[in-house]
């Protein structure tokens, strides 16, 4: 059970380390390090990434600023309460990590971020369009995790995806196949401040609606797995 839990939430990166480490937490005696790696889109933007790192992945590695890095792991979320509210904060746990050789990690880099959610929806989608006419749904995935504990991953959809997506209802299973992307956004303080701020999400190019063990259909002409292509757009 403990491994079908593991593979619910499967994630993939290969970028170069863009930060010095930062101690975390410590958990049964064994400390927890955190780190942001870089990684490039297909465009000419690039997603700045945090990631959590045991100390035992690091004994045989020498993650500096700079480095290329391949990660193996999971994308978890954690509640923080900061300024009296309540906070949903993401980071990819890594549980198993190496630097690769160099041609090696240009092939790597192919597809340098990927990442593969079976869970359930845990609360009802928002559709949007943005100002240039795109379409978007956003949901909110919950993925079983071992130990009772679930992660709770936002995640955007774009298109025909954005319009599916739209029907989907809380308790819904899906599963999802995309890339974890950074965005910065504003957001208005008191006396008139603007604060820039970066969110995580997964960024959505193919999900698969369990109709069977939904026991209910959604009628996107009855496509239940819906493929976007939208790495390059975003």
Known sequence: MTDKLIENNTVKLAGEVVSGLEFSHQMYGEGFYMFKIEIPRLSNFADELPVTISERLLVDIDLKIGAKIFIEGQLRSYNRYINGNNKLLLTIFARDAYMPEEEDFINML???????????ICKKPVYRTTPFGREITDILLAV???YN????????SWGR????????????HIKLWGRIQSRSYQKKLGNAEVSTRIAYEVSVSKLEFLKDENNREIREEDDCNLNEEADALV
Not at 110 to 120: M, R, T, V, W
Not at 149 to 156: A, Q, T
Not at 161 to 172: I, M, Q, S, T
Request: aromatic share 12%; hydrophobic share 25%.
């Open 144 to 146: 079983n995790r071992p």
């Open 149 to 156: 504990k679930s992660d709770y991953i936002p995640c955007i």
């Open 161 to 172: 995806n954005a319009r599916f997506c739209e029907k989907l209802k809380v308790g819904d």
């Open 110 to 120: 192919k597809k340098p971020n990927e990442i593969y959610l079976d869970g359930y």
